[in-house]
């Protein structure tokens, strides 16, 4: 018995050994990694920022194009002269991985031909690709070539040139401004912001997760960016943005637009020309828009004022416009939203369903369909239409000559001024309340299943009418204009 209890304590006692000792071997592993890296970091610390700080003059005889790339994490300033040559000035605060990687020790080479001239850093540094990059990052901590290793304080490139000149810049990480170019302006940028001022040529901006700020534009704009904030004003010319998940400002702008962006937000004014807009999730102001605005936005809001013209197709997009005093179509195709017309000139025709609609002052013909929802008018010009399905209805204020609504359940109430040459309402299973002038009317026909006519007419006016306990019928002739036509299959009518 005491042999097995010595030998269970010595299998015990070895196992303690073997797991004591790979517990300190891992310990001893780790605690060198932590030094290592520690290491690695700390070198960085130690090496001492150095100061570079250069320039140069550059003679252009024949030069069309400046070209400026190599550029990483620098505030680069453009402008444009009346000289012939170009200049520039380096000025640069890093220490000296930072400096030799990025900036190739701080000297910007160039190459000079009949046609263009290059600018450019020569760096040794590389992103690598999406899947190396843990690995080489392992790799370069520990032989402390890392980007942790690069400490920059300050990189600043200053270049003056003449304004005639085209610009081509090719930068990461960079803050860009240029100003005074009258040439064409082509910028690639990432992690940065462009500011552009004054340039008399096309524009063409490549620029995500960055800011844009262009002004003072002689020429079109094409911008492709994500996840910014973009202002845009004064331009003679069209602009073409594509910037998904962005903020977008435009102004004072003489031609046409055309935007694409998701889950973001455009507010545009001043605008001579039409713009089309193409996104999802964005909400959308026009103001004072001399043109046609098209909208395809689903899930979002549009308000609109004092502009030439409204064409929108999108679900779930509530619409705000007023003040359309051109007497172009407003066109709205739209799902489950609300809709709110004022001071609209022209006709307008609204397709759609779930739609809650406020109108007011219309001069122009309304069409309406909607198979679920709320109308609400007020003064309507022109010939009004609407036809649904389970809609409520209530019309004040009509001065046009056709009044047509249709409705399968609801309610329906309709105020008619003025001459009126036709009315034509029908609902299934709901009540009509009308108010009209009697003696308007040249020939009439009201009648109802399952409900009853309340009127006030003279009896003049009444040709015929049936009443019984399934069916009311009235059979009208007067002197007016007007041909009325008004049946409830499971409801009342109320005439007065």
């Not at 040559?85 to 000079?112: P, Q, T």
């Not at 619409?319 to 609209?344: H, P």
């Not at 929802?373 to 239409?385: E, I, K, P, R, V």
């Not at 309340?454 to 003049?460: I, L, N, R, V």
Request: hydrophobic share 35%.
């Amino acid at each position: 018995m005491k042999n097995r209890i010595d030998r269970a304590e010595s299998r015990s006692h070895h196992i303690f050994q073997k797991n004591f000792f790979n517990q300190t071997a891992m310990k001893i592993n780790l605690s060198s990694v932590i030094t290592l890296v520690f290491f690695a970091f700390t070198s960085a610390k130690a090496q001492e920022i150095i100061t570079v700080q250069n320039g140069d003059t550059i003679e252009l005889d024949s030069v069309k194009q400046v070209y400026i790339y190599g550029l990483k994490g620098v505030n680069l300033t453009v402008s444009g002269t009346d000289s012939k040559e170009l200049s520039y000035k380096v000025f640069i605060r890093a220490n000296e991985d930072a400096m030799l990687r990025n900036f190739g020790g701080g000297r910007l080479h160039n190459n000079l031909n009949a046609q263009a001239l290059e600018l450019f850093f020569k760096s040794t540094d590389s992103e690598g690709n999406s899947s190396s990059k843990g690995r080489t990052w392992i790799k370069d901590l520990f032989s402390g070539n890392t980007i942790q290793n690069q400490i920059v304080k300050e990189a600043r490139l200053e270049i003056s040139l003449p304004k005639a000149l085209a610009l081509k810049v090719n930068s990461r990480y960079s803050n860009l401004t240029i100003s005074s170019i009258m040439g064409e302006v082509d910028v690639k940028n990432k992690s940065g912001s462009v500011k552009i001022e004054e340039a008399g040529s096309n524009v063409v901006i490549d620029n995500d997760y960055g800011d844009n700020d262009l002004s003072k534009i002689n020429g079109n704009i094409t911008l492709n960016s994500r996840s910014a904030n973009t202002e845009i004003k004064s331009v003679v010319g069209n602009v073409d943005i594509n910037s998904n998940y962005s903020e977008l400002r435009l102004t004072d702008i003489k031609g046409t637009i055309n935007v694409t962006n998701k889950s973001g937000g455009l507010r545009a004014e001043n605008i001579e020309g039409d713009i089309d807009f193409r996104g999802n999730y964005s909400k959308l102001i026009f103001k004072k828009i001399d043109g046609m605005v098209n909208v395809e936005n689903t899930s979002g809001s549009v308000e609109a004022e004092f502009i030439h013209g409204l064409r929108i197709k999108g679900s779930y997009t509530n619409i705000t416009a007023s003040d359309i005093l051109e007497t172009r179509l407003v066109t709205i195709d739209s799902k489950s939203a609300k809709v709110n017309l004022k001071r609209i000139a022209g006709p307008i025709t609204i397709d759609g369903t779930y739609l809650e609609i406020d109108l007011e002052k219309i001069g122009g013909d309304v069409r309406i369909y909607t198979k679920s929802g709320s109308l609400n008018a007020l003064d309507l010009q022109g010939n009004f239409t609407i036809d649904g399905e389970y809609n409520k209805v209530d019309v004040r204020g009509f001065s046009g000559k056709n009044f047509e609504a249709e409705t399968r359940s609801g309610s329906i109430r309709a105020e008619l001024e003025g001459i009126t040459e036709q009315v034509r309402i029908r609902n299934e299973h709901g009540s009509i309340d009308l108010k009209m002038n009697a003696n308007a009317v040249k020939t009439g026909r009201l009648i109802t299943n399952n409900g009853t006519i309340s009127h006030s007419f003279d009896k003049s006016l009444i040709k015929r009418e049936i009443k019984n306990e399934t069916m009311h019928e009235i059979e009208l002739a007067g002197t007016g204009s007007a041909s009325v036509e008004i049946r409830c299959d499971s409801g009342s009518i109320d005439w007065k």
